[in-house]
């Protein structure tokens, strides 16, 4: 398996991409650097004409809780 970076791992068989977020501690919860990693992730496969599919999944029991809330009300200055 090669890896974008920590947060999305990448694996390629043929023309199958998968993308696999990869916070399972946090239910894989979308992050500023989970976004700029999928971004690149999804731009490379975008520019890639052997990329057919792109299958995203999560590591862990989770698919994606969602947005980082934890990340989003330290940016804010507020508990949460």
Known sequence: MTTASEIV????????????????AQRNAFDNAMYRAMTVALETARADDAVRVVVI????????????????????????
């Not at 990448?10 to 977020?21: C, G, I, Q, S, Y």
């Open 9 to 24: 791992l990448v694996d390629r068989h043929e023309h199958v991409l998968l993308l696999t977020m990869n916070r399972p």
């Open 57 to 80: 999944t999560g590591a862990g029991e989770t698919f994606c809780a969602g947005q980082d809330f934890a990340e989003m009300s330290a940016a804010a200055g507020t508990a949460h």
